[in-house]
C-alpha cells in the first residue's frame, strides 16, 4: 500500500495543486536544520524532595477516574467524580482550567486541575475545548460542532463536513477527501462552506497516510504543522510541513532524511505533533526506518524537540523506547515550556508505566512517579498544568 500512495502522489501533486481553490503553487523548500545533540549521560534519575518545575499533571493510577499528581508536593490522589478521558480532556489557555467527564451523567464541565470550583459546561458533547480564552468549541459525539460562550449557551454551528482540528480563535480546519483508494488533507475555510455562489477555499496539504500524517495547530492559530511523506528509494518517510493561514503558503520545516534518511514520526494518531505553550517548539517522536513497513522495519523512538524560528532540531539521548508503535507515549508540555513529560513502560524493572519528565535545556529524565494505569491499553498524559492561584 505504501509504495502505491508513493507513486500515486509523484502522478497527482501536481493536479492536486492546480484544483485548490485559486491557490497559486508555492515552493516548498526545506528551511535549513542544525541538530543539536543533548545527551548528558545520566539516564533516568529519580526525583529529590524537591524538583525544578512545578504544578499538577493529571493522569491516571487506577480504572476508575483521573488523578492528580501534585509535582510540588510528591503526592497523587484520585479526582472523585471524574471519568478517564486521556486527550478528551482540553487544557484552558492559561493552564488553569481543565475540562472533564463527570461521572454520573456524562455531561463535560470545567475544574481547577487540583478537582476544585467544578462548573457544568455542556451536557451533551464528546469534546469541548477553549476556542479562545472565553469561547467553547463543542464537539459533539455525531461530529457536529459549534461554538458558545463559556457561560451563556448561544450557539454558533459549524459546517464541519469532514473536518477535523479547527483553528484556535479562527475559521480554518483540516478536511479528509477521497481520491479513488487513497485519502487526502486540505486545509478548507469554513467562514465560507456552503455559502450561496462562494466556492470553498481549500489548500490541498497532501495524502493522509497512515504514520505520516501527524498534525496540529500551534496554541495561538497562527500555525498549522503537519507530517507529510516524501520518499527515499520506495521507502516513505516523514517531514514536519507548516501552513499559516495569513499567507496560504506550505513551507517545509524539517530536513530529516539528510539527518537520517527514512524516519517516521510519531505514530498512527494522526492529532499528535506537541507544541510548547508559546508556540515556538515543537516536540515529536522520531523512529529511524529499516525498510518500507512502517510497523515493523523501526529502530528506537527519541525525542525531539524543533526550534520553528531558528530551525534548530535538538535530539535527546539519555532516553529511547521501543514501544512507539502504534504510538508512542503522548508528550505534554509543562505550563512554562521548560520540561516535557510522558508515561512509558521501561524494561526490566516492576514499577509498570513510568510517569517521566525531561528538562529540555540538561536533556535530564526524571522518574517523577510510577504505576500509571493503563485505559484500554494506553496510558497518555492527560495535562500538565497549575494549581489554583
Given at each position: 500500500m505504501y509504495t502505491t500512495i508513493a507513486h500515486l502522489r509523484t502522478i497527482l501533486i501536481a493536479l492536486l495543486w492546480l484544483i485548490a481553490a485559486?491557490?497559486?503553487?508555492?515552493?516548498?523548500?526545506?528551511?535549513?536544520n542544525t541538530l543539536r545533540q543533548i545527551c548528558p549521560g545520566v539516564g533516568i534519575q529519580q526525583r529529590g524532595a524537591a524538583y525544578e518545575a512545578g504544578g499538577i499533571i493529571i493522569t491516571t493510577f487506577d480504572r476508575n477516574s483521573m488523578w492528580v499528581y501534585d509535582i510540588d508536593r510528591n503526592t497523587r490522589f484520585p479526582l472523585p467524580e471524574t471519568r478517564?478521558?486521556?486527550?478528551?480532556?482540553r487544557l484552558s489557555h492559561d493552564a488553569r482550567w481543565l475540562t472533564y467527564v463527570n461521572?454520573?451523567?456524562?455531561?463535560?464541565?470545567?475544574?481547577?486541575?487540583?478537582?476544585?470550583?467544578?462548573?457544568?459546561?455542556?451536557s451533551y458533547a464528546s469534546v469541548v475545548e477553549w476556542w479562545t480564552d472565553d469561547t467553547?468549541?463543542?464537539?459533539?459525539?455525531?461530529?457536529?460542532?459549534y461554538l458558545r460562550s463559556e457561560t451563556e449557551d448561544l450557539r454558533t454551528p459549524l459546517n464541519v463536513r469532514a473536518v477535523?482540528?479547527?483553528q484556535p480563535g479562527g475559521q480554518w480546519g483540516l478536511k479528509l477527501g477521497q481520491l479513488e483508494d487513497d485519502f487526502?488533507?486540505?486545509?478548507?475555510?469554513?467562514?465560507?462552506?456552503?455559502?450561496?455562489?462562494?466556492?470553498?477555499?481549500?489548500?490541498?496539504?497532501?495524502?493522509?497516510v497512515p504514520f505520516f500524517n501527524a498534525a496540529s495547530w500551534s496554541p495561538s492559530g497562527e500555525w498549522f504543522a503537519y507530517v507529510d511523506a516524501t520518499t527515499i528509494n520506495d521507502t516513505l518517510s516523514g517531514?514536519?510541513?507548516a501552513i499559516s493561514p495569513d499567507t496560504l503558503v506550505p513551507v517545509q520545516w524539517t530536513n530529516l532524511r539528510d539527518m537520517y534518511g527514512a524516519v517516521r514520526i510519531n505514530g498512527r494518531n494522526n492529532s499528535e505533533l506537541s507544541w510548547s505553550p508559546d508556540g515556538t517548539r515543537i516536540a515529536f517522536w522520531l523512529t529511524p526506518l529499516t525498510g518500507p513497513d512502517p510497523t515493523v522495519d523501526t529502530n528506537s523512538a527519541t525525542i525531539h524537540i524543533l526550534d520553528i524560528t531558528t530551525g534548530d532540531i535538538s535530539v535527546y539521548c539519555d532516553f529511547s523506547t521501543r514501544?512507539?508503535?502504534?504510538?508512542?507515549?503522548?508528550?505534554?508540555?509543562?505550563?512554562?515550556?521548560?520540561?516535557?513529560?510522558f508515561s512509558v513502560n521501561v524494561p526490566a524493572d516492576d514499577k509498570g508505566f513510568l510517569l517521566l519528565t525531561m528538562n529540555t535545556e540538561t536533556g535530564v529524565f526524571t522518574e517523577m512517579s510510577n504505576g500509571i494505569f493503563p485505559i484500554g491499553g494506553n496510558t497518555d498524559l492527560v495535562a500538565w498544568g497549575l494549581p489554583p492561584g
Open positions: 485559486n491557490i497559486t503553487p508555492s515552493n516548498t523548500h526545506a528551511q535549513e478517564p478521558c486521556r486527550s478528551n480532556c461521572l454520573e451523567d456524562a455531561s463535560i464541565g470545567k475544574m481547577r486541575l487540583n478537582g476544585t470550583e467544578r462548573t457544568r459546561l455542556v467553547l468549541l463543542v464537539w459533539t459525539p455525531a461530529h457536529r460542532a477535523t482540528a479547527i487526502t488533507r486540505s486545509l478548507v475555510n469554513l467562514a465560507s462552506r456552503g455559502l450561496p455562489g462562494i466556492a470553498e477555499q481549500s489548500i490541498f496539504l497532501g495524502f493522509d517531514e514536519i510541513f514501544d512507539h508503535t502504534p504510538n508512542p507515549p503522548r508528550i505534554i508540555w509543562s505550563p512554562g515550556g521548560t520540561h516535557i513529560a
